[in-house]
């Protein structure tokens, strides 16, 4: 089985509108490792997101009658 890679730029201010909550890759690795080792604090979300994310979950809510 061949994977084709999409080639889409990831939109830098708003990640998430691609990628939602969930998306891991190794841009995203060493804050996380840091993260978890408690080297750093959790960076907040974007209000922009929470938005967006709540809007997807009220949605899915809706269509599938959850």
Known sequence: M??????????PFAPW???????????I????????LDRKEMPEKPEGAI???ENIYRIRKEIWNV
């Not at 061949?2 to 939109?11: F, Q, T, Y």
């Not at 690795?29 to 978890?36: A, E, G, I, S």
């Open 2 to 11: 061949k994977v084709m890679a999409a080639n889409i730029p990831v939109n």
């Open 17 to 27: 509108l691609q990628m939602g909550w969930g998306f891991v890759n190794k841009s």
């Open 29 to 36: 690795v060493n804050n996380t490792v840091d993260v978890l």
């Open 51 to 53: 938005k967006y994310m």
